[in-house]
């Protein structure tokens, strides 16, 4: 029998609007209703760089343009809705997600301590219960509170003293949790102080449920994907136990293995709930307004997956030396209705009062026309606003 067949428009309606992408940017975006965006989304990555706003703040704010920083910081620091942990890198996840990853704080315990000893961070592990009795004693602290006569090793920019090592180690596997961010430096709490006991407590661990929340909520989000893709999602299960996931809910049903038709016409099997096809037929169109995206968006995280359903190529340069830069230091998509029609290099000159356009770059199939100009520029004025500055300055030659 002939496999259901996903077309890419649909496809890419269908992963939008689990992304919350297909509707119009709008809305309430604090308190409950922020929290109830994030939960769809699944987590929002967390990055220091700041070229006009920091990558979890314009993930945000892409599709809730009313949203501004210090909503996402009630809600983590005050109201602790949110916890901050690891995915495939740092994030903000909802606090209701809290069981499930004891799995991670498991894995991270082991993997971590096999890992950090061979990247040359000797004696970290000595320096648990110091660190542990610190925080005890003296409450929150932050890397700059611990180990402050001691040595980093000789691993470069990256390496860190024991002590600091030791506090990232205790977070990871759940000792300590991350009460909140100044300066973007993580501070730290016992996590007996900070996570409600029903979340914390050893009988809400259950691996094999976790491990079927973990794949079930992944697929949920990505609408349709390979089992390995499931495993990337939140990179907590084995791509071999969501491989071994998804057999036993096609054997049950629950599943089903559809044709997904990428960018370039090719076809790959992919993994879905039944009906999905249908409900992606239903799926109005999305809006055609232009919106910036972070280069840490959800729907771009994955690069590969990006690439087979919109056809774009992204790599993030910022550690590429700038002479080999094939565009900019940080380079931010642009989205218009289901296209990533190009890229834009920008920065928020905050002493100027101005959001600085140095270049944009349309993709190859897309033909500038001056009414996507006015489109850039009705988005870029939005941008400006968030970020801060009265006015937005396109160089000479932005357009390339």
């Avoid at 040359?120 to 509170?145: I, M, N, Q, T, Y």
């Avoid at 994907?225 to 054997?251: H, L, N, V, Y």
């Avoid at 520029?377 to 937005?392: K, S, Y």
Wanted: net charge positive; glycine share 8%.
């Amino acid at each position: 029998m002939a496999l259901q067949r996903l077309g890419n428009q649909k496809a890419r309606r269908l992963f939008l609007n689990r992304h919350a992408l297909l509707e119009k940017p709008a809305g309430p975006a604090k308190g409950s209703d922020l929290l109830a965006l994030i939960q769809r989304l699944g987590f929002v990555q967390l990055d220091s760089i700041n070229t006009v706003a920091r990558a979890h703040d314009v993930i945000l704010f892409s599709r809730r343009p009313g949203y501004r920083a210090q909503n996402l910081k009630q809600l983590y620091e005050r109201d602790r809705e949110l916890f901050e942990h690891w995915t495939h890198d740092a994030a903000v996840i909802p606090m209701a997600f809290y069981p499930h990853w004891h799995l991670r704080f498991e894995r991270d315990k082991d993997l971590l301590r096999k890992r950090w000893r061979n990247w040359r961070r000797d004696g970290f592990e000595a320096r648990f219960e110091a660190v542990l009795k610190h925080v005890r004693d003296h409450g929150p602290v932050s890397s700059s509170d611990v180990g402050k006569d001691e040595k980093k090793g000789s691993g470069g920019w990256w390496d860190w003293h024991p002590s600091k090592t030791a506090l990232e180690y205790l977070w990871r596997s759940g000792a300590l949790t991350v009460i909140g961010r100044e300066g973007f430096q993580k501070r730290y709490d016992l996590t007996d102080r900070v996570i409600e006991e029903h979340l914390r407590s050893s009988s809400s661990y259950d691996e094999a449920a976790s491990l079927n929340w973990l794949c079930s909520a992944a697929l949920d989000r990505l609408g349709f994907a390979t089992s390995g893709e499931i495993a990337a999602f939140w990179d907590t299960a084995s791509p071999t136990e969501a491989k071994a996931w998804c057999a036993g809910q096609m054997r049950l049903g629950d599943l089903e293995e559809i044709e997904f038709e990428q960018a370039d016409g090719k076809l790959r099997k992919v993994f879905a709930r039944p009906g999905t096809v249908d409900t992606a037929a239903e799926l109005g169109p999305a809006p055609g307004r232009i919106r910036v995206l972070s280069p840490f968006d959800p729907a771009l995280r994955d690069r590969k997956r990006a690439e087979r359903l919109f056809g774009f190529h992204y790599r993030i340069e910022v550690f590429t030396p700038a002479p080999k830069r094939q565009y900019g230091y940080y380079v931010f998509p642009l989205m218009e209705g289901t296209r990533l029609v190009g890229r834009i290099d920008m920065k928020a000159d905050r002493d100027a009062d101005l959001l600085r356009v140095t270049a944009v770059w349309p993709e190859q199939d897309i033909k500038w026309s001056a009414a996507r100009t006015k489109r850039l520029e009705a988005e870029l004025v939005r941008v400006a606003r968030f970020a801060g500055v009265g006015g937005v300055f396109f160089a000479d030659g932005w357009l390339r």
